[in-house]
């Protein structure tokens, strides 16, 4: 009986060390900056493959009111805890504007009244949120494109850097999109949600919908809308605070 | 029953598998590992499945992982050690660490193994889809015929594998009907819904082919059947290497990977 516990027991060891080895064997896999590398190309290709089996244009599906979520849960942050942003808030972003800068023709800066005057687009789309779940969810608010066509886009610029009120580890959010999904249709920069103002916890006073992407592309409290030729000099360069932070595709069609 | 007088018998080495059906092997064997091993670690993002076209904490799931236990819909199993786990010095993860790539808690190493390994298992499967019919393996090898689907020949088959007798001699030489069940399902069940249903969590893939959503019945409907074809494919992992270790384990992995395989000899020899 002893005998038959030892060997148990031996057995028992054998097999947690082993597994300790092998865990600690595909660590340093997962570690190596070349299969990281390796990894890596997968981005691109996913990225061109699914752009290759749809149309720019292609609408991401919208549906009835009877189909939202009851409830829609916030993500990310809730409330920047910044003095400037309270600043707004008290104020109820009245002294609040949104400023459209970089590689464009006439910069401009908005109010939040000025914005909703503008033509709008209201769609009831599902959130995709990185981590799997999905919410569905009204959306209002102006075309990003037709912002861009405002501000007379110059022909170099290839991505649209959105730079937010809240603070990622000392740093502001930032995300960003290629041309395509900017002039994309549903692109919108939304002051609506489900029918009523876009409250804090959501974003307020503006924040991107992507509708083609997943829930960490979808900048909340934007404030600056800057066109760029390169991702290369913001921040971490990897075109957003996930893809810097943690290592989140830039791509996140999937 | 007359055999043919030059036909194999146990203890005769024959020539079994092709080399594309033992290359796609080993690559999908790899890629499925990676894949369900990943996309365990992306579960652990969100250890809950719904139904539906959207889910999240507030709505009303099928299956949580908590800490401790699995519930699936009234049914709650405690899972102490096995399921929702805290491993030392990291985060709450409802599948533990010696199951998932990375093994501690990190949710965008996992994304890029499964997104690039998707591949490995995409193109290498369409290849050997192709080449099946074309060369008739399929047709040929895995396809049941009517005799063999007759219920008293399964029952006869399951009753045979219950007592752990194996085909032997010539009969050895085909896919008994079990197997054949078992892989026409991986093959052509199993892979393709997950295959499909991974794309169809993809925002991206839903603007382009919206159909999908009305296939699996919305994103969160898709993302509980991706994972229910990940479960049926790591039990159709866990029964095939069972049968590999009773049938012979130095054989069976000697014919997959060279081709030749020895006909376990007839019992009344």
């Not at chain 1, 109010?111 to 990185?130: F, G, K, M, N, Y």
């Not at chain 1, 981590?131 to 969810?137: D, N, P, V």
């Not at chain 2, 007088?5 to 064997?29: F, K, S, T």
């Amino acid at each position: 009986m002893s005998a038959r516990l030892s060997r148990r027991g031996l057995l028992g060891s054998l097999a947690a060390s082993g597994g300790g080895l092998l865990l600690a064997g595909c660590d340093k896999i997962d570690a190596s900056p070349t299969v990281q590398k390796v990894l890596g190309f997968a981005e691109p290709i996913n990225l061109h493959a699914q752009r290759l089996v749809s149309d720019r244009a292609a609408l991401a599906p919208e549906f009835s009111a009877s189909e939202m979520s009851p409830f829609f849960r916030t993500n990310g942050t809730a409330m920047p805890g910044t003095p400037d942003y309270a600043q707004l808030v008290a104020n109820n972003f009245a002294d609040w504007k949104l400023v459209v800068d970089g590689l464009v023709a006439t910069p401009l800066a908005l109010s939040l009244d000025a914005i909703r005057q503008l033509p709008r687009r209201t769609q009831i789309t599902r959130h995709d949120c990185v981590e799997g779940w999905s919410a569905i969810g009204q959306w209002t608010g102006l075309p990003l494109g037709m912002l861009l066509k405002q501000a007379r886009l110059r022909s170099q610029a290839r991505y649209i850097v959105f730079h937010c009120a809240d603070l990622f580890n000392g740093t502001p959010y930032y995300e960003s999109i290629d041309l395509i999904d900017a002039f994309h249709p549903q692109t919108i920069l939304a002051w609506g949600m489900n029918g009523q103002t876009l409250s804090v916890g959501h974003g307020a006073p503006l924040r991107l919908r992507v509708e083609r992407q997943l829930g960490y592309k979808q900048a909340k409290y934007v404030m600056r809308v800057e066109a760029v030729a390169s991702l290369a000099g913001i921040n971490g360069g990897k075109g957003g605070t996930w893809e810097d932070a943690i290592g989140y595709q830039w791509y996140a069609g999937i | 029953m007359t055999s043919e007088p030059d036909a194999p018998r146990g203890g005769d080495i024959v020539y079994r598998h092709r080399l594309p059906v033992r290359l796609w092997h080993w690559v999908n064997a790899l890629s499925v590992i990676v894949m369900l091993m990943s996309g365990l670690m992306i579960f652990n993002a969100h250890p809950h499945l719904y139904w539906g076209a959207y889910g999240a904490n507030y709505d009303h799931s099928w299956l949580d992982i908590t800490p401790g236990h699995l519930r699936v819909g009234p049914l709650v199993i405690p899972t102490p050690g096995i399921l929702g786990v805290t491993p030392t010095g990291g985060r709450f993860v409802a599948f533990p660490p010696l199951v998932t790539i990375p093994s501690s808690y990190n949710l965008a190493h996992a994304r890029e193994w499964h997104l690039a390994f998707a591949w490995l298992l995409v193109v290498p499967g369409l290849l050997y889809w192709a080449w099946g019919f074309a060369r008739r393996h399929i047709q040929r090898d895995l396809a049941p015929t009517l005799d063999e689907l007759r219920p008293s020949h399964i029952a006869h088959d399951i009753g045979q594998h219950a007592r752990l007798r194996f085909p032997t001699g010539a009969a050895a030489r085909h896919y008994n009907i079990l197997q054949k069940l078992a892989y026409c399902s991986v093959i052509f069940l199993l892979i393709p819904g997950i295959v499909l249903t991974g794309l169809t969590m993809s925002p991206a893939i839903d603007a382009a082919w919206p159909w999908l959503l009305d296939v699996f019945g919305g994103r969160q409907s898709a993302r509980s059947i991706h994972f229910l074809c990940a479960m049926g494919l790591a039990f159709f992992i866990l029964i095939h290497l069972v049968m590999v270790v009773l049938a012979g384990p130095i054989n069976e992995v000697r014919s997959m990977v060279t081709g030749r395989y020895r006909l376990p000899r007839e019992k009344s020899e």
